[in-house]
């Protein structure tokens, strides 16, 4: 791609990739972590927006749920929302309404198992327009919602804009979209997943905080 310091970009990422044997492994596991706990899969990613995830979405809000909720099915969520959770106004009603969309076109397909839901749904772009259509749930979400479900994504939020800054690409030329196809060209191009770049991105940023 004829982008200014594409070159370095590409053999960053490449470096990662070859000294870092964790990233492939956690990418690999990347869609099988809420395997058979989707509800909290749609709590992860909600509650993702705006907030430290590390910091506060893992270690306080997730195990809050998953205390009290005890069943983490998507059919769970979908029946009560989580209204008790420390969230922000309107947050657990989206919650519900994702679980129900991922519910609804289970159906339509005739799938039960909530696992093979949410990957059949994550890979058929037609069906993503009615999550979209919450509100509250934006592209960056939806992504993350399709990478969680097992699908090949990665979410344009501030930290992989950031990272992809320190690997030197003008990312102030290009929408979210154009974003995510400069994930997708340099993922290609540096022979491996949207998935692995993302973790690439995780281990660039670490590495930088140490």
Not at 58 to 87: G, R
């Amino acid at each position: 791609m004829d982008l200014p310091n594409w070159n370095y970009a590409v053999e960053q990422v490449k470096r990662v990739l070859g000294s870092d044997k964790e990233v492939k492994k956690k990418a690999q596991e990347y869609g099988l972590i809420y395997k058979n706990r989707r509800g909290l899969m749609v709590v992860d990613v909600v509650a993702s927006r705006q907030r430290k995830y590390l910091e506060y979405v893992v270690p306080k809000l997730l195990p809050q749920y998953e205390a009290k909720a005890a069943d983490l099915s998507l059919l769970s969520l979908a029946k009560k929302a989580p209204i008790w959770m420390p969230l922000r106004t309107g947050e657990a009603k989206v919650m519900q309404s994702v679980a129900k969309v991922l519910l609804d076109f289970g159906n339509r397909g005739g799938i039960k198992d909530e696992n093979e839901i949410c990957l059949a749904w994550a890979e058929d772009s037609s069906a993503h327009s009615d999550i979209l259509d919450i509100k509250g749930i934006g592209p960056a979400l939806l992504q993350y919602l399709r990478m969680r479900s097992g699908a090949d994504s990665v979410k344009i939020d501030v930290r992989v804009m950031e990272e992809l800054k320190n690997l030197r690409l003008p990312i102030e030329w290009f929408t979210s979209d154009g974003l995510l196809q400069i994930c997708t060209v340099l993922a290609k191009e540096a022979n491996c997943s949207l998935v692995e770049l993302d973790q690439v991105l995780w281990h660039l940023q670490d590495s930088r905080n140490l």
